[in-house]
T-cell receptor
Framework: NAGVMQNPRHLVRRRGQEARLRCSPMKGHSHVYWYRQLPEEGLKFMVYLQKENIIDESGMPKERFSAEFPKEGPSILRIQQVVRGDSAAYFC?????????????FGPGTRLLVL | AQTVTQSQPEMSVQEAETVTLSCTYDTSESDYYLFWYKQPPSRQMILVIRQEAYKQQNATENRFSVNFQKAAKSFSLKISDSQLGDAAMYFCAQNTGNQFYFGTGTSLTVIP
């Protein structure tokens, strides 16, 4: 059973460009979570999705950030018009059941660098 | 609001010795889960150990064990017989509802 997969592992963008981060959950998991880790900090929750639904986006910045988890394909975290402050590691996690009370299994992360 | 506090930014331990990493949390929930994750230089988040709040017995996974004090809202991690491969950032996390709340981490150095 493959683990959570994220791609790309490293992404470099210039200010004003768009960043698209992809996450494929573990097989059998229908709950996906996105977290951001700034340098020297812990992970901060951004958004929780189930297939085709955003359940909780309370940690997502109101502008420029969006997330989706379509019926088919990976979950996508999209950052429009990136700024230097968006440079961070973005982690995706998945769990098999409701409300995330099960352990969340993390992907290897995508390191975004905005020049 | 849920908060998780790790008061030790850095810790070190001699190889083969025992070290304890501290974590306190704050929640008004009665049903929650607590976790320790390890983040080595590769930055992959690896689950170390998990504790259900309704269980009084402390969780144990091989060389890793926890001291869970529910009334004090304390959840420390003990690593016995430390190995060089244990060197990493360790994050304490609490799960309530949809979210995990993470502490700021403790950087563990293992001295040969």
């Amino acid at each position: 059973n493959a683990g959570v997969m994220q791609n790309p592992r490293h992404l470099v963008r210039r200010r004003g460009q768009e960043a698209r981060l992809r996450c494929s959950p573990m097989k059998g998991h229908s709950h996906v979570y996105w977290y951001r880790q700034l340098p020297e900090e812990g992970l901060k929750f951004m958004v929780y999705l189930q297939k085709e639904n955003i359940i909780d986006e309370s940690g997502m910045p109101k502008e420029r950030f969006s997330a989706e988890f379509p019926k088919e394909g990976p979950s996508i975290l999209r950052i429009q018009q990136v700024v230097r402050g968006d440079s961070a590691a973005y982690f995706c996690a998945s769990s098999p059941s409701y409300r995330g009370r099960e352990t969340q299994y993390f992907g290897p992360g995508t390191r975004l660098l905005v020049l | 609001a849920q908060t998780v506090t790790q008061s030790q930014p850095e810790m070190s331990v001699q190889e083969a010795e025992t070290v304890t990493l501290s974590c306190t949390y704050d929640t008004s929930e009665s049903d929650y889960y607590l976790f320790w994750y390890k983040q080595p230089p590769s930055r992959q988040m690896i689950l170390v150990i998990r504790q259900e709040a309704y269980k009084q017995q402390n969780a144990t996974e091989n060389r890793f064990s926890v001291n869970f004090q529910k009334a004090a809202k304390s959840f420390s991690l003990k690593i016995s017989d430390s190995q060089l491969g244990d060197a990493a950032m360790y994050f304490c996390a609490q799960n309530t509802g949809n979210q995990f709340y993470f502490g700021t981490g403790t950087s563990l150095t293992v001295i040969p």
